[in-house]
């Protein structure tokens, strides 16, 4: 079909977007590379990024081990086809207006499970990524290994599932290009319809993410704008938890989002190419259906191949109502190629650069550690280590002579002597009577004697109560 509604020059112009695939392909194979070999501080490397860089390479390897392998047969001058079957350049057609399919060729049935099982990986990748995005900042969730686990699960058994049933009803063949692409029968069904419905899922998660965002971010420069309140009543606890709640919320996203931009930025182009190639193949599918319709459209382009002899490039004009344009075509082709690009551009990082030369510079041009040449002998001696050498003599240490001591050592004084000597002659101590410096000894209670005041007896007579006053 393409050979008859295209100019003579598409075929090779779709080798571009093989080209560009190569590229990808490299670029996504480095960023894989530098995920499994560098530490961990070089990469910042994520499961969920290492497998949406996985479903990229799927998609990329049919495209670009086409055109490597090409030129390596072209250079080599051999047939590649019996060890690698897209090492040799595929028969496109089956018959004069058959293509061949996945039944008919095996590189055709290999580029296309490649082809299909990428998309659906990186769709459900995508989806993960947004979804645990969502998560996150909305319902503060922390992921754990019973989100690793589940995220394997929609990741890869959804892709195969969902290739399995797309190779078993609708199939893949040669439409354009030397890569086979799905079928018109039960295309959006089975494949085109499952996968746009994960990726709406994932751009209204990732959409709701941003609003929520902008939400938290809007409310907290309200809550920091100082109160209009004219009221004379101090400000209440709860409006108080209020503003720090507010304030706490847009710290804790705005540390969050600085951390997964990235992964947001990858989701909404992604989630923009697979809606680009998703409606172009979809209206291409119905463009293309064998009805009545499409007979009464193609009439006047196939009464132009029958008057000039089959010469289509005096019918081109005619036949641009019924397929696609070649640049929309070109774009497509291209666009499924760009996510390795975008891939590097948003988890890649320059660091990993400094990783991969100190990678280089520990491991290939390591140098031998500086160590002594003493440190080298096995000697008991532990004067014998770096600075002092083993040939020195062994020395003799004695005790000090006694000519060279004190004339009057310590030991000739008394402790009795010494204290004398520094603080003289001192009189006792007596400590005074009422002193409460020190526990004294409890007294016997003694009763009030009269006869030591001035003070005298009471003298009672028989007649009466009689009482001696004293003067004074």
């Known amino acids: 079909m393409t050979d008859w509604t295209y100019s003579d020059g598409f075929e090779s112009r779709t080798e571009i977007a093989n080209w560009v695939n190569v590229a990808a392909f490299v ?23 290492v497998c949406l860089t996985l479903g990229v390479v799927f998609m990329e390897v049919c ?118 692409h799905i079928n018109h029968k039960d295309a959006l069904q089975d494949y085109w319809g499952p996968l746009l419905a994960f990726a709406a899922l994932a751009l209204v998660l990732q959409f709701v993410t941003i609003g929520y965002c902008v939400q938290v971010y809007v409310k907290s420069l309200l809550d920091d704008k100082p109160t209009t309140n004219t009221s004379s009543q101090p400000p209440t606890y709860q409006g108080s938890m209020k503003t720090v709640t507010a304030r706490q919320t847009y710290r804790r996203v705005k540390r969050v989002v600085e951390l997964q931009w990235r992964g947001a930025s990858i989701v909404l182009v992604i989630i923009a190419e697979v809606v680009f ?6 209206s291409m599918d119905n463009s293309t259906k064998v009805d009545a319709e499409l007979l009464q459209k193609s009439q006047r382009w196939l009464t132009c191949l029958v008057a000039n002899k089959g010469d289509k490039n005096k019918c081109l004009s005619l036949a641009g109502g019924l397929v696609k344009s070649e640049a929309v075509v070109m774009a497509v082709l291209i666009i499924l190629g760009l996510s ?55 020395l003799n240490i004695q005790t000090p002579d006694r000519a060279l001591t004190s004339p009057r050592m310590r030991s000739e004084f008394s402790p009795t002597d010494t204290k004398q000597d520094l603080y003289g ?48």
């Open 27 to 49: 670029l996504s194979v480095y960023l894989l590379l530098s995920f499994a070999v560098l530490p961990v501080k070089y990469t910042h490397r994520h499961y969920l990024s």
């Open 63 to 180: 495209s670009g081990l086409i055109s490597v392998l090409d030129i390596v047969a072209d250079v080599v001058g051999i047939k590649l086809a019996f060890i690698i079957p897209l090492g040799t350049k595929p028969a496109q057609c089956f018959n004069e207006i058959t293509p061949n399919d996945m039944k008919s060729s095996g590189s055709c049935a290999i580029s296309g499970a490649f082809l299909l099982f990428g998309g659906w990986a990186i769709v459900m990748w995508v989806f993960v990524r947004a979804l645990a995005l969502h998560l996150q900042i909305c319902w503060e969730v922390v992921l754990g290994d019973k989100s690793f686990y589940t995220a394997l699960v929609l990741g890869w058994l959804i892709p195969i599932v969902g290739l399995a049933l797309t190779l078993s009803l609708t199939g893949v063949s040669f439409r354009f290009g030397n890569v086979c």
């Open 277 to 282: 190639f998703s409606v172009v193949f979809v």
């Open 340 to 394: 390795g690009f975008w891939c590097l551009m948003f988890m890649g990082r320059w660091s990993m650069t400094h990783g991969w030369a100190e990678f280089f510079r520990t491991r290939l041009f390591r140098k031998s550690e500086f160590v002594s040449a003493d440190a080298r002998r096995f000697s008991n001696d532990p004067r014998t280590y770096e600075m002092l050498s083993g040939a020195t003599p062994q």
């Open 425 to 472: 002659s001192g009189r006792a101590y007596v400590t005074p009577v009422a002193s409460y410096s020190h526990p004294t000894p409890p007294t016997q209670h003694k009763e009030w004697d009269p006869r030591s005041t001035h003070a005298r007896p009471i003298e009672v007579s028989g007649k009466g109560l009689e009482m001696n006053i004293y003067p004074g």
